[in-house]
């Protein structure tokens, strides 16, 4: 299991970052969270361009990794906007605007 750690900084404090920084460690935490999720092992490989129903997520489990996203970010991740970038990549483009 990929450990983060749980000092991971505030959706507040990484928009102080530089765009390349803050998306670096907002991708880190979202394959952690979603390799998680889907019973996967630090070496496998997580596909970004891949949609969460395609990789084997359940509604529940994409809820979860929202949750755990979101308190970890502490910040709020609409369903529309889940929803909205049906992949990690998409997601991880997202949470870095």
Sequence with gaps: MIEVS????????????PLHERRD????????EFKQALFMTERDEMPLDVGFFDLGLTSLRLSEVKLALERK??????TAALFGHPTAG??????SE
């Design 90 to 95: 998409q997601l991880i483009d997202h949470l």
């Design 73 to 78: 970010l502490e910040c709020e991740i609409s």
């Design 25 to 32: 460690m907002i991708e880190d935490l979202v394959i952690e």
């Design 6 to 17: 749980h000092d991971f900084p505030s959706m507040e404090k990484l928009r102080l970052m």
